[in-house]
Nanobody, 124 residues
Framework: QVQLVESGGGLVQAGGSLRLSCAAS????????MGWFRQAPGKEREFAAAISSTGSRAYYLDSVKGRFTISRDNAKNTVYQQMNSLKSEDTAVYYC?????????????????WGQGTQVTVSS
């Protein structure tokens, strides 16, 4: 049974930082593209960042480039998202997702496994 468990969310002031983690089990982590998506209140879920299976390539939503950094540790089956210079518009539930086949890095439909989400709230 595949499980993706996010942690690290919380309440932070604008300009602050948070580091999200996603621990994976039940899948061959090192062969999966991993992504972070987010859903703000009243909005549709959107792509935030993704990282290739080896960690050699990363992809970002334009509005988070330069502020968010996605990374992974295949030995620990964990993907991370370091979020700096947080803004109120980053407030959302953040979801970790995994894709093994037919992946399109920013397409939710290609990710087969999802975590339960972790809340990030940025106060202004």
């Amino acid at each position: 049974q595949v499980q993706l468990v996010e942690s690290g969310g919380g309440l932070v002031q604008a300009g602050g930082s948070l580091r999200l983690s996603c621990a994976a089990s039940g899948l061959t982590f090192s062969t999966n593209l991993m992504g972070w998506f987010r859903q703000a209140p009243g909005k549709e879920r959107e792509f935030a960042a993704a990282i290739s299976s080896t960690g050699s390539r990363a992809y970002y939503l334009d509005s988070v480039k330069g502020r968010f950094t996605i990374s992974r540790d295949n030995a620990k089956n964990t993907v991370y998202q370091q979020m700096n210079s947080l803004k109120s518009e980053d407030t959302a539930v953040y979801y970790c997702a995994a894709c093994q086949f037919g992946c399109s890095w920013n397409s939710q439909a290609t990710y087969g496994y999802w975590g339960q989400g972790t809340q990030v709230t940025v106060s202004s």
